[in-house]
């Protein structure tokens, strides 16, 4: 079973530029989350899609968005970069189950985006 | 709110010694606990997991016992080589309602030939 994708995996853009990343998640899972990692702040939460509604998220700007596709697909958007959104954005995808205890996710390898 | 407290790094030994990486948690009823390693240039790997009070999560020479009575989920290897050499995050889901993860601050593992 092939794993989860992410594209591109670098991304160098300047201040208010807008970028889209892409994660294509492993097949017959519906829930596809998306993470900021920098070395300040560890692993934070952005936001989790399932069946194309967005279904959980976390404490980021308006400019941060995303959306998911009916074939689980999803992207994220960031509109008017600030250099501090410099991180490595991890996808990742599990079963999502609602009633489910077991959150296991699925990591992909990310994309490292650098904002000059 | 769910939150996982890891000890700080980095955590740096010799190849061989024995590893024990602190995870405790706060959360409400019983959530299903994690360990997942990340590489260097790389997303984060499930490494073990427990889902219920006093399992045992094991792979890899690694392991890690969901201790409710003491809030913990405490990695360890007794041997560990270079190759192990990587940050490591405990994560808990399934509390609150929640399966969303919440994960530790990661902690990095040094080791040295």
């Known amino acids: 079973k092939a794993g989860v994708t992410q594209t591109p995996r670098y991304l160098i853009k300047t201040r208010g530029q807008q970028v889209t990343l892409s994660c294509s998640p492993i097949?017959?899972?519906?829930?596809v989350s998306w993470y900021q990692q920098t070395p300040g702040q560890g692993l934070q939460f952005l936001f989790e899609?399932?069946?194309?509604?967005?279904?959980n998220k976390g404490n980021f700007p308006g400019r941060f968005s995303g959306r998911q596709f009916s074939n689980s697909r999803s992207e994220m958007n960031v509109s008017t970069l600030e250099l501090g959104d410099s991180a490595l954005y991890l996808c990742?995808?599990?079963?999502?189950?609602?009633?489910?205890?077991?959150?296991?996710?699925?990591f992909g390898p990310g994309t490292r985006l650098t904002v000059l | 709110g769910n939150s996982v407290t890891q000890m700080e790094g980095p955590v740096t030994l010799s190849e061989e010694a024995f590893l024990t990486i602190n995870c405790t948690y706060t959360?409400?009823?019983?959530?299903?606990l994690f360990w997942y390693v990340q590489y260097p240039g790389e997303g984060l790997q499930l490494l073990l997991k427990?889902?219920?009070?006093?399992d045992k999560g094991s792979n890899k020479g690694f392991e890690a016992t969901y201790r409710k009575e003491t809030t913990s989920f405490h990695l360890e290897k007794g041997s560990v080589q270079v190759s192990d050499s990587a940050v490591y995050f405990c994560?808990?889901?399934?509390?609150?309602?929640?399966?969303?993860?919440?994960f530790g601050r990661g902690t990095s593992l040094i080791v040295h030939p």
């Open positions: 990742a995808s599990s079963v999502g189950l609602v009633d489910g205890r077991d959150g296991e996710q699925f």
């Open positions: 097949s017959g899972h519906r829930s």
């Open positions: 899609y399932f069946s194309e509604t967005q279904r």
């Open positions: 959360a409400t009823g019983y959530p299903s």
């Open positions: 427990a889902t219920k009070a006093d």
């Open positions: 994560a808990l889901s399934g509390s609150g309602g929640s399966y969303i993860p919440t």
